[in-house]
Nanobody
């Protein structure tokens, strides 16, 4: 899969953004997907994951209750709805596809990333 993210930008604290990640290829619905982020000077961290059908999701504690991951297999797209944004959410956000249909710890393909900046 080739992955392309969009939807990043500059937003004030408390605001919302929705990120999209569109995949090329017909096998999109076969794979779990996830969002990661990397802030300056920090390691890349897992944000949210979703299984092949959308029936199972998993979130990092830092975003639970504020972010929602979803997918539309007909559109080969995974989304990350981000609400109540905080300055500490500032990072480059990446989407990734797993090696199989369920959320795992191995991620095969990565997008180029989209910048999210939250001002205080």
């Amino acid at each position: 899969l080739q992955l392309v993210e969009s939807g990043g930008g500059l937003v004030q604290a408390g605001g919302s953004l929705r990120l999209s990640c569109t995949a090329s290829g017909r096998a999109f619905s076969s794979y779990a997907m996830a969002w990661f982020r990397q802030a300056p000077g920090k390691e890349r961290e897992f944000v949210a994951g979703i299984n092949w059908s959308g029936g199972r999701t998993y979130y990092a504690d830092s975003v639970k209750g504020r972010f929602t991951i979803s997918r539309d297999n007909a559109k080969n797209t995974v989304y990350l709805q981000m609400n109540s944004l905080k300055p500490e959410d500032t990072a480059v956000y990446y989407c990734a596809s797993s090696i199989g249909p369920n959320i795992a710890t191995t991620w095969r393909n990565w997008g180029q990333g989209t910048q999210v900046t939250v001002s205080s």
